[in-house]
């Protein structure tokens, strides 16, 4: 089977909902990030910190590469995974990408009580991910095969969403 790929915004509930799927699917369940912090025994904030934005994106885009190349994995990715045409590429060719539509508004419930995230620790965050959601909504949009609305929706019923369209 080929693998389903989570795309969206910070505060999508990729994660979880990716999480939960697998468990359904009976597959391995991946996220990018965790990959990225297992590999270099670091987490985000650090990479961030220590190499800047390019240096994660770099990491990013080789995990990216080589988990979107194997075959029955549900892989979650990060929020930014899709800025780069070879990320967008890769995601597309490796399977089915499932879009986790969220509106601003719960983007900014949702990671209002995580401190985890180096673009979000500025002054307004709310700004921030309001920016990006407009950058990255056509994108999302444009690696997507499916797209799934989860604002007002729990987990399990975005889940359930997504294995009736698969
Ligand atoms: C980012 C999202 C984060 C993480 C990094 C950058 C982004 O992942 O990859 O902090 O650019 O939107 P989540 O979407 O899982 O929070």
Same mark, same amino acid.
């Given at each position: 089977?080929?693998?389903?790929?989570?795309?969206?915004?910070?505060?999508?509930?990729?994660s979880t909902i990716g999480r939960l799927l697998a468990k359904e699917?009976?597959?391995?369940?991946?996220?990018?990030?965790?990959?990225?912090?297992?590999?270099?025994?670091? &987490?985000?904030?650090?990479?961030?910190?220590?190499? *800047?934005?390019?240096?994660?994106? =770099?990491?990013? +885009? #080789?995990?990216? $590469?080589?988990?979107?190349?194997? &075959?029955?994995?549900?892989?979650?990715?990060?929020? *930014?995974?899709?800025?780069?045409? =070879?990320?967008? +590429? #890769?995601?597309? $060719?490796?399977?089915?990408?499932?879009?986790?539509?969220?509106?601003?508004?719960?983007?900014?419930?949702?990671?209002?009580?995580?401190?985890?995230?180096?673009?979000?620790?500025?002054?307004?965050?709310?700004?921030?991910?309001?920016?990006?959601?407009?950058?990255?909504?056509?994108?999302?949009?444009?690696?997507?095969?499916?797209?799934?609305?989860?604002?007002?929706?729990?987990?399990?019923?975005?889940?359930?969403?997504?294995?009736?369209?698969?």
């Amino acid at each position: 089977m080929r693998n389903v790929i989570l795309v969206g915004p910070m505060g999508a509930g990729k994660s979880t909902i990716g999480r939960l799927l697998a468990k359904e699917l009976r597959l391995p369940f991946k996220d990018s990030d965790k990959e990225i912090e297992q590999r270099t025994g670091a &987490d985000i904030p650090w990479i961030f910190d220590v190499e *800047g934005e390019q240096g994660f994106r =770099e990491r990013e +885009q #080789a995990v990216i $590469a080589e988990l979107s190349m194997q &075959d029955g994995l549900v892989l979650a990715t990060g929020g *930014g995974a899709v800025m780069r045409p =070879e990320n967008r +590429q #890769a995601l597309h $060719a490796g399977g089915r990408v499932v879009y986790l539509h969220t509106s601003v508004e719960q983007q900014i419930d949702r990671t209002s009580r995580d401190r985890n995230r180096p673009l979000l620790r500025g002054p307004n965050p709310a700004q921030v991910l309001s920016d990006l959601m407009a950058m990255r909504d056509p994108l999302y949009r444009e690696v997507a095969d499916i797209i799934i609305e989860t604002d007002e929706r729990p987990p399990r019923m975005v889940v359930q969403e997504i294995l009736s369209r698969l």
